[in-house]
T-cell receptor, first 112, second 114 residues
């Protein structure tokens, strides 16, 4: 099993739709999780951090399910500008490893 | 603050040539890392460093060397370029710790090996 797995998509949704992506991780020692947004092979930029069960920021909600080892990202009322690739990454593990391994990303296309 | 800077922005190499991609940050971050991103793929970790003088291998380290003589700089050296190393290279930095894992990325270096 890969350390971090994401559905590559693309998810093709109309404006105003609600869409959710999942990200599964293998290392149960991970304490924090991050969602990044990447536009057209530019550098990734942080979208949301998750340290406990979840986090909400406007139209974006991230939820953590430790029992099943996945985090989700929910986007409500999708905008055209939300079209991008969304990458998840578990934060530093509390063991000796400090490798920050990204998922391969989920591509979102929002159509008019 | 300039954040994370990378040079050059673009580079074309011939097979067998060597070169160094530069990365610098001015945020006093302990952790720095190099990723490569191939078309349609995610980020793959090449090498990382948890502080000056300490480096370790990531997922795809073969063909690359790194050094970390200062906190600010983390250069990536391609020993003998191969077409398979054609990619976009991103450098990132952060501070370890629960609240400090947000990584700041440089703008990337687009490398083509012919």
């Amino acid at each position: 099993r890969k350390e971090v797995e994401q559905d590559p998509g693309p998810f093709n949704v109309p404006e105003g739709a609600t869409v959710a992506f999942n990200c599964t991780y293998s290392n149960s020692a991970s304490q924090s999780f991050f969602w990044y947004r990447q536009d057209c092979r530019k550098e990734p930029k942080l979208l949301m951090s998750v340290y406990s069960s979840g986090n909400e920021d406007g139209r974006f909600t991230a939820q953590l399910n430790r029992a099943s080892q996945y985090i989700s990202l929910l986007i409500r009322d999708s905008k055209l500008s939300d079209s991008a690739t969304y990458l998840c990454v578990p934060g530093a593990q509390m063991d000796s490893s400090y490798k920050l391994i990204f998922g391969s990303g989920t591509r979102l296309l929002v159509r008019p | 603050n300039a954040g994370v800077t990378q040079t050059p922005k673009f580079q074309v190499l011939k097979t067998g040539q060597s070169m160094t991609l530069q990365c610098a940050q001015d945020m006093n971050h302990e952790y720095m890392s190099w990723y490569r991103q191939d078309p349609g793929m995610g980020l793959r970790l090449i090498h990382y460093s948890v502080g000056a003088g300490i480096t370790d291998q990531g997922e795809v380290p073969n063909g690359y060397n790194v050094s970390r003589s200062t906190t600010e700089d983390f250069p990536l050296r391609l020993l003998s370029a191969a077409p398979s190393q054609t990619s976009v290279y991103f450098c990132a930095s952060s501070n370890p710790g629960l609240a400090g894992d947000e990584q700041y990325f440089g703008p990337g270096t687009r490398l083509t090996v012919t």
